[in-house]
T-cell receptor, first 110, second 115 residues
Framework: RKEVEQDPGPFNVPEGATVAFNCTYSNSASQSFFWYRQDCRKEPKLLMS???SGNEDGRFTAQLNRASQYISLLIRDSKLSDSATYLC???????????FGTGTRLQVFP | DAMVIQNPRYQVTQFGKPVTLSCSQTLNHNVMYWYQQKSSQAPKLLFHYYDKDFNNEADTPDNFQSRRPNTSFCFLDIRSPGLGDAAMYLC??????????????FGPGTRLLVL
């Protein structure tokens, strides 16, 4: 089992749609959770951290379910510029390491 | 602007010819990381430095070495590049340990091509 698992997609959605991604992680000792966005041939960029209480940043909402060990990202009112790969990232338990999922690709079309 | 800088952005080398990739940061972060990312794969951690303390991943080939002469700079040396080493190499930094919620900030990457 992979340490961080994501549906690779692609998710093809029209502008204005709401789309949700899920991610599961295997290490119950993980304490830190993030969503990164990666555009084609570019570096990953932090989209948002994920807190136990859930958090929202504009059109983006992240949720954490520790009991089930999954993280979600909801994007409302999708824009063409949201097209990218979204990487689910968790820290490797009591380590300095971040474990990356392989990403979920989103394509928003007009 | 404070940032993570990588040079060069594109590097072409020959099979077996040593190559060095560089990373610098103006964030004054304690931790610097090197990742390898191949197409459609997750970034794979090669090693990281916490200050001067070097931490190698168990599955990082001996062909890959790193140096951190000071807080700002970190280098990735590939002693004898093989065709399988062609990838994007990403440098990242964090203020502290990511287990404590610290995020990592990535440079733009160096894309390595091995001929």
């Amino acid at each position: 089992r992979k340490e961080v698992e994501q549906d690779p997609g692609p998710f093809n959605v029209p502008e204005g749609a709401t789309v949700a991604f899920n991610c599961t992680y295997s290490n119950s000792a993980s304490q830190s959770f993030f969503w990164y966005r990666q555009d084609c041939r570019k570096e990953p960029k932090l989209l948002m951290s994920v807190y136990s209480s859930g958090n929202e940043d504009g059109r983006f909402t992240a949720q954490l379910n520790r009991a089930s060990q999954y993280i979600s990202l909801l994007i409302r009112d999708s824009k063409l510029s949201d097209s990218a790969t979204y990487l689910c990232v968790v820290n490797g338990g009591n380590t300095d390491k971040l474990i990356f999922g392989t990403g979920t690709r989103l394509q928003v079309f007009p | 602007d404070a940032m993570v800088i990588q040079n060069p952005r594109y590097q072409v080398t020959q099979f077996g010819k040593p190559v060095t990739l560089s990373c610098s940061q103006t964030l004054n972060h304690n931790v610097m990381y090197w990742y390898q990312q191949k197409s459609s794969q997750a970034p794979k951690l090669l090693f990281h430095y916490y200050d001067k303390d070097f931490n190698n991943e168990a599955d990082t080939p001996d062909n890959f070495q790193s140096r951190r002469p000071n807080t700002s700079f970190c280098f990735l040396d590939i002693r004898s590049p093989g065709l399988g080493d062609a990838a994007m190499y990403l440098c990242a930094t964090s203020r502290g340990v990511t287990g404590a919620g610290e995020t990592q900030y990535f440079g733009p990457g160096t894309r390595l091509l091995v001929l």
